[in-house]
């Protein structure tokens, strides 16, 4: 019966997240689709999964940052190995009921020839032991020697970083007392698992009642904690995750790195204005956060909010009130969390617009793009610092 009832709890976490991940994730691709026309930047396709190559899987823009850099790769690298463990974890949980009639859940112990589990097993200990360590150097750079591109420190930031600490430590946990369960509680080492049977000989002691405990309460805190993670994701700025890949690849021409894949005649300065014919205009520049391109809006939801755009940006560098990264900041939480609702409920379920309507859209009263509240004048400001208004682009900033 708690075979039977273990599987069921399994199946009702992954499904809640699940949903619960692809609601969040389609409705801000509706919000995305709610921007701008602006042509499908689909051409030079070798050149883009090149980009995609070398920026997302190469990390090159991470790499200018060596401690970074490297960090991130053990998560990302870790994250893609460590899936294979997460999931053996899940479905494990999910076939659990088949014990009820004396057959094993599903395990790659039952389907991998013994060479490559051993290989399977030493690189999840390996790559989680990484991750753990990328984990450390992470937190303590941003609590002991954070750079100054990270400051304000972000909560959001640090809790991504506990959710893996913790996905690490019960993952160690949960293989320690799986590991002497399969052996019948009696310890044997394995080389292929040299953390996990360090985590088995620990816990070698205990009353089996003890591990089974451990077991247990390991493999829901794992589960939890892992599904927790996903649905976290698309709350928090690390929906970079999901974004940043299609965002690379829908790179405008003429952006960094292009010159060398496209035509001289073929591109196109970047951040120009579209030109406005003051003849038959209605207005004058923009001041929806819909009227921005709809790319724009993508660039703002695939933002790392890492900071290096401040550090090479003149007006930033030369005191003036503008953070290129606040800006990204204010425009996506401008439509995520101060319009984005009013708008989608006017708007069909891809976020497009509805001629029936229109009217109605046109009359709403939105949080305005541009803050236009005075504010102490740059000089009078810390250098480089923007006056705090959180989803509003200040005009200072603009202007900047």
Not at 355 to 367: D, F, G, P, Q, Y
């Amino acid at each position: 019966m708690w075979y039977i009832l273990h599987s069921t709890i399994a199946l009702a976490l992954v499904l809640s997240a699940f949903a619960f991940m692809f609601m969040k994730l389609f409705r801000i691709g509706a919000f995305i689709n709610m921007g701008a026309h602006e042509e499908q930047h689909t051409d030079f396709k070798p050149a883009r999964w090149k980009m995609v190559a070398q920026i997302v899987f190469g990390h090159r823009k991470t790499l200018e940052d060596p401690i970074s850099g490297l960090t991130h790769i053990a998560f990302i690298y870790g994250f893609l190995v460590l899936g294979a463990g997460h999931t053996e974890i899940v479905l494990e949980g999910l076939t659990s009921f088949l014990r009820t009639w004396g057959v094993q859940p599903f395990s790659y112990a039952v389907v991998l020839p013994e060479p490559l589990l051993k290989a399977y097993h030493l690189s999840q200990d390996v790559m989680a032991a990484a991750v753990l360590l990328a984990v450390a150097v992470a937190l303590a750079r941003r609590l002991l020697f954070p750079p100054k591109r990270l400051q304000p420190r972000s909560l959001d930031a640090e809790i991504i970083l506990y959710f893996i600490l913790a996905l690490y430590v019960t993952f160690f946990l949960l293989q320690g007392a799986t590991l002497l369960r399969d052996n019948g509680y009696a310890f044997e080492l394995h080389r292929s698992q040299p953390i996990t049977s360090a985590m088995a000989m620990w816990m070698q002691h205990l009353p089996v009642t003890d591990i089974k405990v451990i077991y247990w309460s390991m493999w829901f805190a794992h589960v939890s904690v892992f599904l927790g993670f996903g649905c976290y994701i698309p709350m928090s700025k690390h929906m970079h995750l999901v974004f940043a890949g299609p965002n690379t690849w829908f790179f405008r021409t003429g952006s960094y790195g292009w010159r060398q894949h496209v035509h001289k005649d073929k591109e196109r300065p970047l951040g120009v204005p579209p030109a406005i014919d003051f003849e038959t205009a209605e207005k004058y520049g923009i001041d929806r956060v819909t009227e921005l391109p709809w790319k724009t809006l993508l660039d703002s939801f695939a933002c790392t909010e890492c900071g290096r755009c401040n550090n090479v940006c003149p007006a930033h560098n030369t005191g003036k009130p503008l953070k290129p990264k606040k800006v990204l900041h204010d425009i996506k939480v401008n439509l995520l969390k101060k319009n984005g609702e009013q708008l989608y409920a006017l708007r069909d379920a891809f976020g497009r617009a509805q001629m029936h309507t229109k009217e109605k859209e046109a009359e709403l009263s939105l949080v305005a793009l541009i803050n236009n509240d005075e504010q102490p004048t740059a000089p009078l400001r810390a250098a480089g610092t923007s006056p705090a208004v959180d989803g509003q682009i200040h005009v200072d900033d603009a202007w900047a």
